[in-house]
C-alpha cells in the first residue's frame, strides 16, 4: 500500500472566512461558496460508513506497477484546502506541508510557452484522480522546507484558466481559490483545485501527464488503454440503465402517440447503498416534493413552461429500489384514463441516490392541422438540466462527493422538426426546419460532484448537444445551454 493511503493526521480547524471560488466556463466568471477544511497534512482521507477497508485513493494494483484507478473504483476523500495565509503557515511551521501525489507547491506562475506548458501538464495530471496547485510558497530543496511568497494576484488566475481551457485536451474543468496576504491583500496565494476528471486523461503536447506521490511521469501506452476502457465500460453501465428505465414505459412502443424521454443519474463511486433511504423510502411524498421545488426554484424559467412539469406528479408510490412521484395510477402502473401521453412524468428516487425520470412528451403532434411532429427541444434541454440538479441536491443531501454517471435518450424522433425553430420563425412558414434523422436520440456523460455543483449547464449541455445540433436549435437556444438565462 503506497504510502499517500494512510489518515494522516494533525490539528483540524474550520474556516470561519470565505474565500473565492471561480471557474472558467465560455469566459464567465462565478462566484462559488466552499467549504475549506485545513488540516495539518495534505490531505484527510473521509471513508463512508460501509467501507471495510482503507485502500489507497490514487492507485490500485495491477499486473504491471500500479495504474491510476477507474473513477467508481476510487475511495472518497478531501484534500486540504487552506482558506487564510495563516493556515498555510501553520502547516508549513509544523512541517506537515509536503508535496504528494494530490499536492504541488509552486512559487509562482511564470510567464513563457515553456512555462505555460509545464502547468498545463501539471494540471493535466492531476485530472486522473484529483489534485491542487498551492502557488505562493516556495520550496528549499535542500533544507527541505517551505516558505511564504505571496505575489501580486492580479490576473494571474484568469492566465491559469486560459491554460486549463486551450493548452489540455480536452479542456480542463478547474477550481481558483484567492487567499489573500494579511499583510496586503493585492498579493498572496492561489490554491488550483483539480476535480477528478470523466474525461481523463488530459494530452499536453501530445502526452499523457501523470504523478506518482513524488514524481512526475507519462502514462504508458497501456495505462492510457486501460484508462479509457475505465471510462468506456462506465458509459456502457449507463446506457444499460438507459435501456432498462426505458423498457419500463408503461406504453408498448407500438401504442405510443408520442416520442418520450428517459433519463437516469446513478452514483459511480462506491458509497452507501441505502444513504437516501429518509427520501427514497418516505411515507409520503413530502421530502420528494422539496427536492422538486428546490430543482425547479433553479431551472431557467422559460424551460420550466413546457407540459408535463416535473411538479406534475399526483401519487407518491412504492418500488423495488425505492418510490416514485408519478402521473401513473397507484396499483397498476398504467395512465388514468382521462389523460394521455401528454401528461405522463414518472419521477424515481433509489435508495443510493440514483434518479430516474420519464416523461411522455418529447415528441407531439402540432396544432396547427398539419400532423407535424414536433420535438420539444426546450423541453429534453429542461430535464437534463433537472437530472444535473437533482444529482447535485442528493450529493449535498448524503454527503456524496464521488462521480455520477448520467444518461438521456429520446424516441420517436424520425421526420419531426424542432419546435424552437418554429417558434422563432412565422409557424406557419417554417416547412424549411430540418426533420430529425433517426428516430433514436442517446448521449451518457460523467461527471465530478464539484462539476455538477459548479457547471451544471456544462453537463446538460453534455447530454443534449448534439440532439439540438442534429435539429438545429442549437444556436437558438444557446442562451440556456449556457446556464445564462433565468
Known sequence: MCAVSRVLTGDIARSGGADRARWRQRGREQPVSTRSVATASGYRLSMSSDAADVRCPSYCEAREGTIPCP?????????????????????????????????????????????????????????????????????????????????????????????AANRVDPPLFVLIHDIPSEFDSRTGYLYVEVPPSPAAPHMVDGRYPARSDRTKRRLTDADVVRLHAARESQDVRISRLLSAWAARDVVPADRRKNGHLYLVAEPLTQHNPRAYERVARAANNTPAFELIARVENVIPRDLRSFSPSFTAGRHWVRRSEGSAFTTLNPGRPVLPDDQGENYLLDFELHDNGGARILMGRLVDTSRDGSGRAIVLDGAALGYAYRIVRVAQFVSEEIGYRGAWGFGLRGDGLAGAVSNAVIAQRDYFFASDADPYETDQYE????????EIKDSPATIADRLVARLLQGLGSYDVLRTYVDGGAK
Open 71 to 163: 473513477a467508481n473504483e476510487r475511495r472518497r476523500f478531501d484534500m486540504w484546502k487552506p482558506a487564510t495565509e495563516a493556515q498555510i503557515a501553520a502547516a508549513i511551521n509544523s512541517g506537515d506541508l509536503r508535496e504528494n501525489v494530490h499536492l504541488d507547491v509552486k512559487r509562482e506562475v511564470t510567464r513563457g510557452d515553456g512555462a505555460r506548458t509545464e502547468l498545463a501538464r501539471d494540471l493535466a495530471s492531476f485530472a486522473i484522480d484529483g489534485g491542487a496547485l498551492l502557488i505562493g510558497v516556495a520550496e528549499d530543496k535542500e533544507a527541505g522546507s517551505f516558505s511564504l511568497e505571496p505575489f501580486p494576484l492580479a490576473g494571474v488566475a484568469e492566465q491559469i484558466e486560459n491554460i
Open 443 to 450: 448521449a451518457v456523460t460523467t461527471a465530478h460532484a464539484q
